[in-house]
């Protein structure tokens, strides 16, 4: 007889509830876990003993949660400091918790490294961020929808480009740090000529003269132009542009950065500009759902609860690809050691030499992970 319990860590993803449903159904198919906890609101769910009795929830019903973006169960940021883990270990004991499934990006991995390093429960984590920075796997669960969704903003944004030329259009893109959402905007293109006609990467410092010299010779040659650019970027100096900006990772994080480069476009080159920050509706809306993607989150939920019963600990559950003429994965493990607060950055071979568009290899490695991205039809 075993309790397992289940938290997520961290910023939420459109598909966070199919690796909870993972979790929930492969934990029925052994007669061993005798009950299974969802924490509520991720750490605060533990620290205040606030649980959800997940073996109890009727299949519909969790079917229904399972198909939601964002976390059902609620997630949490906060810090865990010494005295914080203290308590949490102290509830994990009192409650006989044997699995403990945590669901996160890489700082939520050190964090489960941390439990399982200072308890004897079989820690597992679960994959879990838009951002696609984890280190030893192919790909997250929640990265292909995000892309999905900002390579359709793309799109849409370049029909209204070139439906009304004379203008230059900024789409800000989640990513923090790297560049994995922001160059997926490439796959919103049929033609060359298509939006985005930009691409930076925030790996790359990039110096003003520089993103205004290309923004000038594409609006030259189209009489438009359309600027995807990550939410991480820095010019030439370490700074945002002159963004509002806050800590983030050791880092300033810009607030309004695609504002602020429309301003400096339209100031420098006297062009009309204007800017997109679609931001939160990536790692919350249903909309563009990539099928792979809740099937592979799905699949990592169901591989955590079979590690820990084959006693497996202190390990994160891994995608890993198996290439061939078609796209096929399978599930392993790293250990949590290996990915904890480890960052993944855009690979710069990914980058083509003068930082401002993907390389074909990229969209290879992207273009089944989306799934088909509809084009439209201009006359």
Not at 93 to 115: C, D, H, K, P, Q
Not at 280 to 302: C, H, M, P, V
């Amino acid at each position: 007889m075993s309790v397992g319990i289940v938290l997520h860590s961290g910023g939420p993803t459109p598909v966070v509830n199919a690796s909870l449903l993972g979790v929930v159904e492969e934990a029925r198919r052994h007669p061993r876990i005798t009950q299974l906890l969802g924490a509520r609101f991720g750490i605060d769910g533990i620290l205040q003993q606030d649980f959800v009795d997940l073996l109890a929830l009727d299949p519909n019903h969790l079917t229904a949660i399972a198909l939601s973006p964002s976390s059902a169960l609620g997630t949490s940021r906060r810090f865990v400091d010494d005295e914080t883990l203290a308590v949490i270990l102290k509830v994990l004991v009192s409650r006989g918790i044997e699995y403990l499934y945590f669901t996160g990006g890489n700082g939520s991995m050190g964090v489960a490294a941390r439990i399982a390093d200072s308890s004897g429960v079989h820690v597992i984590g679960i994959p879990k961020t838009i951002d696609n920075d984890l280190t030893h796997t192919d790909h997250t669960p929640g990265y292909a929808t995000a892309a999905r969704f900002f390579a359709c903003a793309a799109r849409d944004i370049g029909a209204d480009n070139r439906a009304l030329p004379g203008q230059v259009e900024f789409i800000e893109v989640l990513g923090r740090n790297t560049g994995w959402l922001v160059a997926a905007t490439a796959l919103a293109r049929r033609d060359p000529d298509d939006a985005p006609h930009l691409i930076y990467f925030p790996e790359t410092r990039l110096p003003l003269a520089q993103l205004l010299d290309d923004v000038d010779r594409v609006y030259r040659r189209l009489g438009r132009c359309v600027v995807s650019v990550c939410e991480g970027q820095l010019d030439e100096s370490g700074q945002p542009f002159g963004a509002d900006a806050r800590p983030s990772s050791g880092r300033p994080l810009a607030m309004n950065l695609a504002h602020c480069l429309a301003m400096l476009v339209t100031e420098k080159l006297k062009l009309r500009a204007r800017s997109e920050k679609p931001g939160l509706l990536a790692r919350s809306g249903a909309a563009y759902f990539s099928q792979l993607d809740w099937d592979e989150a799905r699949l990592a939920g169901e591989a955590a609860v079979r590690a820990a019963i084959n006693g497996q600990s202190a390990v994160m559950i891994t995608l890993e690809r198996e290439y061939g003429s078609v796209y096929s994965m399978h599930c392993g493990t790293v250990p949590l050691a290996t990915v904890a607060s480890a960052e993944r950055p855009f690979p710069a071979e990914w980058r083509n030499a003068t930082c401002n568009d993907v390389s074909s290899a990229f969209v290879d490695y992207a273009e089944p992970l989306l799934g088909p991205i509809e084009r439209y039809q201009p006359l």
